[in-house]
């Protein structure tokens, strides 16, 4: 706040050891203490009667506002979230929440059907490598048949 250094304090040290005394200089100290005490004490009031008188005028509202309108993400994702409760609210006996039911049994089928292909590949991959190991395994069997036929010829 005032910006002083350590050696400007050494210097008001001195000068109110010299000027107040050393029996005087702790009074003085202390009632320097209870003054910048009761100085913070009147600013901390003073702000709470800013803030309270803000927050009766309505500027939180508007800061809110404000800051809604600077991050257009939360604002958005805000939207999508009314979005959905209202959606979630849809009578089924309207035109809307039939639509809304044909719409998600549509979307189970979608995904029943999603779930089946891809167990079908899970089981043909899984197929195909017994496939493969079969296969090297009856090649490794038929190579060591044809080494155990070649050293019967060379012997």
Known sequence: MFDLGWTELLLIGIVALIVVGPKELPVLFRKAGQFVGKIRGMAREFSRAMNSAADDAGVGD??????????PLKSSVDAVKSAATDYASYDPDTETGRLAGERADQAKKI???AEKKAKEKLDKRNDEKTDKKELKKNNSATV????????????
């Not at 508007?62 to 991050?71: E, G, K, L, P, V």
């Open 62 to 71: 508007i800061s809110s506002t404000i800051r809604s309108a600077a991050n």
């Open 111 to 113: 995904r029943e059907h």
């Open 144 to 155: 060591k048949k044809d080494a155990r036929s070649r050293d019967l010829k060379d012997s």
